[in-house]
């Protein structure tokens, strides 16, 4: 059998480097026997490289003289076949056109040369969030699709935008060549469709990766070995996301795993005989989105999931996790593994945000394990999204449409959480905006027309809702200049984000994202527009405007946002305001059309609020609203 080892006493699962070589562990509780094949030993298995039975169906043993970067597979003899199987714990696959099936890869976590050790994400409620697929979000010339080093390359431009975070879609390993990522096998290891490998293009990210690090102030990589292998890009993207001050979320997929599972994947781990898939070791009989749902009854299984969570913590340093349809995990007996998970991960890692997504929204989601709840920080909120979409639906259909600004104040009023900033929202995200889904905002605002006045402008409006509204905003991916297409995993050139327009000069798309940026720095130089208190004022549906008040307990730093869906400029329309005196007009959405717009419908840069008590505040002013348009108004600090 394979050599004793100290390690061996309680070795972790997968397969990890240890001084003179490597052990093993996999959880294969009816095998009959196991083994480690590789290089190492030409792809055998005999006694030398026989794992031991350590209890609990565990399999363990220690094999000498293996190092970073070689190969190997499981060989499992089981009741009902025998042959290959990947270690589901992988760090990396290794794809190679002669062989049939993918390798393991080895590889050592401390390999890779991390430079932004003292990064701290921003505090949960002053998160703003970038939601993006690697595969189709930059695409470099003469590549098929995305990778990693593409997504780090933008990020001074994201930088520059001012998102305080990303959110990666699943970047786990999936069977299918092109995937949004919800059907991932190998969930320790990095999609290798998303890493550059020939030696020639490597070089030259390589050489632009050093250039965004010089940019930063910092040093570059040493070789460009530190870059090989789909782990060490992922790895370098978030390096690069720190250096520039940007934190990094996954999104992580629990509740099922595949659509298609391969013969040497972890579908039927210990070679049972395939049939009743609630014999498969990892799964139930129970199918989600074309995959599987796991087996939470089991502790192996739930034990696998949180030690995935805490694995993308410790080695990718990432800076929180997004849990897709917590609600299927619910639905299917998984409450249980959510608590477990989120609490681990709380003690491991606090400053790293949990959100869910649970469908319908539930705030038990949030609430603490000690007081029953699943214990995440945030989770995914619909109210404004649905109410900003209906009421640019409506708008469209021109005056005779009936807009519910009604509809969009219960949703900024009431997040359906105690705390408002648990609330991720958004008004795009992959599943709305998906290629054969609900049309981009751009389309929505117009649908005859995405590039006039009407889509740019009301499109505007939903942004400002989005960025001024209590709780953590998300953008999706081209939202900032206006991009119009819906997105497709596949990256068709079709389907593909507007760079080559917004670099090459389209005025359109400038314009909004200089409206996007500088709205993102009202929203973080403004602490009421990230804190919790939050009261609407005035809603008028024939006007279609609808006044919100923002301010924190205690401080002060008041804000009014002001918001129109109007075809037409209000003149003189008089709303309350919570203090007499100057209020500055610290942004308004309609400069931003034909940059700077010369006929801007404005205030002047202030009000004077000298007028009575209205709407329940102290005083008043009688301002000017753009048409399809938003004022924010900030109580002069000087007064």
């Known amino acids: ?71 190997y597979l499981f060989y499992i003899d089981g009741p009902g076949s025998a042959g290959y199987k990947r270690d589901p714990r992988a760090r990396l696959l290794s794809f190679q056109p002669h062989f049939p099936q993918a390798h393991c890869v080895l590889r050592d976590p401390a390999r890779f040369p991390w430079h932004a050790a003292g ?46 975070a990303i959110e990666l879609l699943p970047v786990q390993e999936f069977e299918t060549r092109f995937s949004l990522g919800y059907n991932g096998t190998d969930f320790y290891s990095p999609e290798n469709q998303y890493a550059v490998a020939a030696n020639e293009k490597l070089q030259r990210y390589f050489d632009q990766i050093n250039s965004v690090l010089d940019l930063a102030g910092q040093p570059g990589y040493s070789g460009i070995e530190v870059l090989r292998g789909s782990d060490s890009q992922l790895r370098a993207l978030i390096d690069v996301c720190h250096i520039y001050g940007i934190a990094v979320l996954f999104d ?28 498969s070791l990892y799964f139930t009989d129970q199918g989600w989105a074309g995959g599987l749902v796991f087996a939470y009854w089991n502790q192996d ?16 340093r ?127 605002g117009d649908s005859s027309n995405s590039r006039s006045w009407f889509a740019r402008s009301r499109s505007r409006v939903a942004m400002g809702l989005l960025l001024t509204s209590p709780g953590i905003p998300m953008i999706f991916m081209g939202q900032e200049f206006l991009e119009d297409k819906q997105w497709n995993d596949t990256p068709d050139p079709a389907n593909l984000i507007s760079w080559a327009s917004l670099e090459g000069g389209d005025q359109v798309m400038a314009d909004f994202l200089r409206f996007t940026r500088e709205l993102i720095g009202v929203r973080r130089s403004q602490p009421a527009l ?8 005035h809603v008028h549906n024939d006007n279609r405007v609808l006044v919100f008040h923002r301010w924190i307990e205690g401080i ?20 309350g305001f919570p203090a ?19 006929i801007a419908a404005g205030n002047g840069g202030a009000v004077e609020a000298d007028g009575p008590p209205l709407h329940g505040l102290t005083s008043s002013a009688a301002l000017t609203i753009p048409a399809n348009g938003f004022v924010i108004f900030a109580r002069d600090q000087g007064n």
């Not at 002060?556 to 400029?569: E, K, Q, T």
Request: charged share 20%.
């Open 1 to 71: 059998m394979a050599a004793a080892h100290p390690a061996l006493f309680d070795p972790p699962t997968g397969a990890t480097l240890v001084p003179g070589g490597a052990t093993f562990r996999v959880w294969a509780p009816r095998a009959k026997a196991v083994y480690v094949s590789g290089d190492f030993n030409d792809w055998k298995q005999n006694a030398s490289c026989q794992l031991r039975p350590i209890g609990g169906g565990h399999w363990a043993g220690f094999i000498p003289g293996l190092k970073d970067g070689d190969r």
């Open 580 to 598: 007499a005196g100057r209020w500055l007009e610290v942004f308004n959405s309609d400069v931003y059309d034909n940059w700077v717009n010369p």
């Open 119 to 164: 990064f701290r994400p921003a505090v949960f409620p002053d998160l703003i969030v970038y939601q993006l697929h690697v595969g189709t979000y930059s695409i470099s010339p003469g590549n098929d699709d995305g990778g990693f080093l593409d997504v780090a390359l933008r990020v001074p431009y994201l930088a520059t935008l001012g998102v305080t």
């Open 252 to 279: 992580v997929v629990y509740n099922h795993a595949g659509g298609d599972f391969d013969d040497n994947s972890l579908w039927f781990l210990d070679r049972m005989p395939e049939g009743d898939n609630n014999d």
């Open 301 to 316: 299984v739930r034990q696998f999931l949180i030690d995935n969570a805490k694995f993308l913590y410790e080695e990718y």
């Open 530 to 537: 990230r804190g919790e208190d939050c009261r609407v004022t």
């Open 318 to 444: 990432i800076d929180g996790l997004r849990f897709d349809e917590v609600s299927v995990m619910d639905r299917f007996g998984g409450w249980q593994t959510c608590q477990s998970l989120t609490d681990t991960l709380r003690a491991a890692k606090p400053e790293a945000i949990q959100i869910a997504e649970y469908w319908p929204v539930n705030e038990w989601v949030v609430k603490s394990t000690f007081a029953g709840g699943a214990g995440f920080d945030a989770a995914w909120q619909n109210s404004l999204r649905i109410a900003v979409r209906n009421a640019l639906a409506a708008a469209s259909a021109g005056a005779s449409g009936r807009v519910s600004m009604d509809g969009i104040a219960s949703a900024i009023q009431y997040s359906g959480f105690e705390d408002h900033w648990r609330a991720v929202q958004s008004v795009e995200d992959h599943d709305r905006v998906y290629a054969g889904r609900d049309p981009r905002i751009a389309r929505l």
């Open 556 to 575: 002060g730093r008041d804000v009014m946002v002001v918001v129109s869906l109007a075809d037409r400029n209000w003149y003189g329309y008089r709303i």
